[in-house]
């Protein structure tokens, strides 16, 4: 079970690993050799054109999880032990998850590789640079933005109003001092000064169209698709109308191919795209999961923090554009992160406290609720720490018993694939999901949002900004109101004020501002005061990350 | 001979080439297996550390040029075409160059892997992304921006004053709105308002750091050697200052593996590092260079642009830092260049005039002088063009053996190899050089600038701005006065004055700003306008590249 007081670090157990060569696991996928594309010896991107159709595909499993604390859930780290389990009994199961940003990894959060005895492997080539996909993505950003710009400079053919250029540059770094900057100063001979800012990577579009993209073609059509900004007359203006539609497409070729790594139970493992689920659609891309789906018997993909971020999203944006069955779910819960929503500090966390428990777990009721919606049986997995007492672990039977759903412990940290076992089992006792979505975006924006602001976060009220009134008119001028919404909103609690713990309802929505995005095919939303762009913290993990003399990268979490 | 009216773009032959595995040219270059990282089956990363170390290291051959002209050079070219024919001579050669800036990629200039069938491949591997290094330049260098930034924001215990704050960002795109900007805007949240402005990674400190490092450990301790600015009491801050040097070193640490790629020949070639020559040092990395003497007879490595900008730096600076002993260069000109040298418009470079070549052959004669003071012996190549008459190559011989200079036409173009038989025996015959330096940096930087701009340039004089004088008394201030400089001016003239053909002399040199780079070891003078971040032309190279259905990149030059 996950101890705080551990000796070894996630990067030491797994580099004391010993790692099969990617060219076996791949087999072991029934990748065929022609459609491995090593990067080293552990990783590989795939050709997923070059794979097998099976007749019937893989059962799709999303694995989602509470309201995110400080105390940690270990959503992914249960996911990977899963699949382990999965495999020791004989049911091919293959792991799609996202990439994680380098960003956080140099700030406060360390690594997102899973953790413990249940980790994907290299963890530390995944945590930094991996295949060069969140490089790419940036290239051919900020490859767009100097060609608006330049575009403008040398003359300015297609009339485009600086003022209304919308597109922004990003940077898979964490750095508040580019939020808001501007570019272009010293004169005429450097551009023209213009008000812009940076995101992170994770929440650029291009990660978007990257995560929905369904092949090569799908790709350059929705690159070109992109809209960068509007005329001087209020027309908007597109990536194709740039000629950059090509550029941008052999920029992401080979971003596009899946990347292949192992866990440590040496299961296959799908590592691709990582758009954040609080600022983005919070899922790793559709190629990467269809290619779990037709290689496994059973695909696990994640999304996400919470089933109001990640989870609503894979359901009603991803499920829906790449047409897939979710056939079960899995809600990753911990009694600490239960306690932390009952009002337990995080410093007490350690000690037994029944009543926080009682109080908090209306968070995980939620979830289950919401998964519930989507026509998905939920299992619910309670990932085990050392502080956990057997009294609050009956006290969670009990609850799971008397709120109907099914319940199993995992011990995965500890034990890697053995400790997720039963879990293994109950989940396979509840693939029978047909889902559906929430909405129906033909109703428009207005009307998507209230459904999901009151289905999902439970809120009695939408407010719109001044602003974000003047976008709805602007998506309704251009046909843009019927495309489905990403909602950007805080992971900590179901409403948009971070500090509502629990399960909060009968609260106010409030819409900042809505970002058509062409490409990606939906609006972002804007609620709360949601950044794009994070800082890092006083002391950040890039301080004591290090590499030792035999070239091991050491420090990260 | 490179032929303007060619039916085959440089990409389509690449293209139609039935490359070996990356695998095999390893064997041939006698790299052993667990050297070997592969990136796909055409590219690859090798340990240095695990070569075997020779009794005895190949001969090194600098390749560099005339002042480039708009007609073309074809100094990679020849280069290329000068490996494939020693090999098939029987001398085993290999080629360590520089990797291609995808930034002008995107602009004006195509593809920097040679030219017709004298190139190396995969072309389009090589000019976009190619195995991360320059990404993971500009990751590590914005890291550390974010983490000053960062430092300030969180209570700046350094007492770092942020109008001093010296380190830029860097991005790999032509982007002339990046060059002056303002960060942090909106408020205290977001930092404090600065004036910045971002580099092309080319031009960046930590590529030079690459392109020097000797080992892991050298990296690192030129990473935390990096000054970023200066606190409000004007002492310098480096990046061990900011407990930064361990994160970097993680994040450069596959980027110091060199690159190993093929020629259309087969030949093994090292490809890595890419400073530009007028605003860096303009060399391949020392590592890459040692690797390729350490495994061949003959090593062919090249440094950007002519004698005065790569040339001088490699002699002066690298070779310098690496111990190494240059035994023979080859200077690469063309007829047409040297008669746009002559006066000639490039719309008339296709008729014979014999006039303007003798007035333009000053510029060749120049960067012999310039590469003989050195103590080399170097060898012209003629890099033939469909257009060149009889009379005009039968003058360059005449004048050649009036010169008293070693001369060979070649042709690589549309021979390959099989064009530069004749110039490789002939390189082979003036391989006994004792290189030199130029200046000794112990004698200060003003002494050191003096004479190159004498001995180099031509100049008489050397001008300092009064910006200029003040760097040049920081760098007393704080002993970093006898560093090396890397002079960053145009390439086009031998003056700071890029419309001063041929071979001027007697002119003024002109110092703007002096940057101390702690890290690579130098100091930065930047003369005239030469500026550290391109901008795109008119119409973007970005608007013909695509990518076709069989996934294939279009479009490159």
């Known amino acids: 079970m996950e101890d705080m007081t551990k000796h070894l670090s996630d990067v030491e157990i797994a580099q004391a690993h010993q ?3 990617i060219a076996d696991i791949a087999a072991t996928a029934g990748i065929p050799a022609e459609a491995l594309i090593p990067y080293g010896t552990t990783k590989a991107k795939v050709d997923v054109t070059k794979l097998p159709a099976p007749d019937k595909p893989g059962k799709l499993v999303l694995v989602t999880g509470v309201s995110p604390t400080p105390a940690g859930e270990g959503k992914s780290t249960v996911l990977i032990g899963l699949t382990d389990a999965l495999n020791r009994m004989g049911k091919k199961s293959i792991v799609a998850i996202r990439e994680p940003s380098q960003g956080p990894v140099m700030g406060l959060k360390g690594g997102a590789a899973g953790g413990g005895f249940a980790q994907i492997v290299p963890m530390e080539d995944i945590n930094l640079h991996f295949t060069g996909d969140f490089h790419a993505i940036a290239a051919a950003t900020n490859t767009l933005a100097a060609l608006i710009d330049n575009h403008i400079h040398q003359g300015n053919a297609l009339n485009i109003n600086a003022n209304k250029v919308t597109w922004q540059r990003c940077m898979d770094v964490n750095d508040r001092a580019l939020r808001n900057i501007v570019t272009g100063l010293g004169g005429a001979v450097n551009g023209a000064a213009t008000e812009t800012g940076f995101t992170i990577t994770a929440a650029s579009e291009i990660m978007a169209i990257l995560g929905l993209a369904t092949d090569l073609a799908d790709l350059k059509a929705r690159l070109g698709a992109i809209t960068i900004g509007y005329t001087f007359d209020d027309k908007p203006v597109t990536a194709d109308d740039l000629e950059a539609a090509g550029a941008l497409t052999a ?18 493992a799908f590592v691709h795209g990582g758009p954040f689920a ?13 290619a779990a789906m037709n290689l496994g018997e059973i695909a696990l993909t994640e999304a996400g923090f919470g089933s109001d971020l990640g989870g609503e999203k894979f359901l009603d944006i991803k499920a829906r554009f790449g047409d897939l069955n979710v056939d079960g779910a899995v809600v990753v819960a911990t009694i600490r992160s239960q306690k932390y929503n009952g009002g337990v500090a995080r410093e007490d966390l350690q000690e037994e406290n029944l009543d926080a428990l009682a109080a908090g777990i209306k968070n995980l009721e939620r979830h289950v609720e919401n998964i519930r919606k989507f026509g998905i049986k939920p299992v619910v997995a309670v990932n085990l720490f050392h502080s956990d007492t057997e009294a609050e672990r009956d006290f969670m039977r009990q609850w799971a018993a008397d709120f109907d759903v099914a319940y199993e412990e995992a011990d995965v940290f500890t034990q890697g694939g053995a400790g997720a076992e039963k879990l293994a089992q109950t989940l396979l006792d509840h693939l029978d999901g047909t889902s559906t979505q929430l909405y129906d975006p033909a109703e428009g924006v207005e009307a998507s949002i209230e459904t999901i602001a009151q289905e999902i976060y439970r809120a009695s009220d939408v407010q719109y900004s001044k602003k974000a009134l003047k976008d709805l008119q602007y998506l309704k001028d251009n046909g843009w109101d019927t495309m489905p919404v990403v909602i950007s909103k805080t992971q900590y609690s179901f409403s948009d004020d971070p500090s509502e713990l629990g399960a909060p309802e009968g609260h106010t929505l409030h819409i900042r501002e809505i970002i058509p995005r062409t490409g990606a095919g939906f609006n972002v939303v804007l609620t709360g005061d949601v950044m794009t762009m994070p800082g890092l913290p006083k002391t950040p993990a890039a301080n004591t990350i290090d590499v030792n003399d035999a070239g091991q990268i050491t420090g990260l979490f």
């Open 278 to 290: 609080n600022i983005a659609h919070g899922c790793n891309t559709l190629l990467a999961t269809q």
């Open 251 to 268: 920029i992401m070729r080979d971003a596009l191919l899946p990347n292949l790594v192992q866990t440590l139970g040496g299961a296959p």
């Open 19 to 21: 790692l099969q060569p």
